[in-house]
């Protein structure tokens, strides 16, 4: 089992809608989580990270952390075209293998 | 200028040549990651530094060696390169203060035939 697995994807989202992405983990011990939003051809920046259970909201993106399932989730409200990209999932230095994003306009 | 910076930024060699992969920052981070990147395969980790005497294999280091020089820079060489090293290479550095959030360079994309 990875340590990190993300939902495979692509995912195709109309612009407005909300997009969706899910992530678990293996390691219960586990205090930091982070999302990494990657465009074609970029580097990884930063879009949020969580450590504590619950809700972290940030503009148009929420992040839900369940450490007792061992899941962290991102929602993106009202999905727009700039939004279509590779979003990464990472516990600390460990990354996901990514999942696609395409906002149809 | 980048915060964190890698050198070259394109490189084709040949199977059985050494390639060194250099990254700098001015970030002022301790820890300092090597990683590479395939399609569909997401970020996989070298090898990591936390400080200038501290270095760490990640989850693929075999065929791979690194050198810390000081706390900005932190080398990634391949001792003989082989096809399946071509891939797409990144350093980050990250920041203990912001529970290790990473920043990454640009990426360095090695061919090796």
């Known amino acids: 089992q990875k340590e990190v697995e993300q939902n495979s994807g692509p995912l195709s989202v109309p612009e407005g809608a909300i997009a969706s992405l899910n992530c678990t983990y293996s390691?219960?011990?586990?205090?930091?989580f982070f999302w990494y939003r990657q465009y074609s051809g970029k580097s990884p920046e930063l879009i949020m990270f969580?450590?504590?259970?619950g809700d972290k909201e940030d503009g148009r993106f929420t992040a839900q952390l369940n450490k007792a399932s061992q899941y962290v989730s991102l929602l993106i409200r009202d999905s727009q075209p700039s939004d279509s990209a590779t979003y990464l999932c990472?516990?600390?230095?460990?990354f996901g293998a990514g999942t696609t994003v395409t906002v149809r306009a | 200028d980048a915060d964190v910076t890698q050198t070259p930024r394109n490189r084709i060699t040949k199977t059985g040549k050494r390639i060194m992969l250099e990254c700098s920052q001015t970030?002022?981070?301790?820890?300092m990651y090597w990683y590479r990147q395939d399609p569909g395969l997401g970020l996989r980790l070298i090898y990591y530094?936390?400080?200038?005497?501290?270095?760490n294999k990640g989850e693929i280091s075999d065929g791979y060696s690194v050198s810390r020089q000081a706390q900005a820079k932190f080398s990634l060489s391949l001792e003989s390169a082989i096809p399946n090293q071509t891939a797409l290479y990144f350093c980050?550095?990250?920041?203990?203060?912001?529970?290790?959030?990473?920043?990454f360079g640009p990426g360095t994309r090695l061919l090796v035939l």
């Open positions: 980050a550095t990250s920041d203990a203060l912001v529970r290790e959030t990473q920043y």
């Open positions: 390691d219960r011990g586990s205090q930091s």
């Open positions: 969580i450590y504590s259970n």
């Open positions: 990472a516990v600390k230095e460990r």
């Open positions: 970030k002022g981070h301790d820890r």
């Open positions: 530094s936390f400080d200038v005497k501290d270095i």
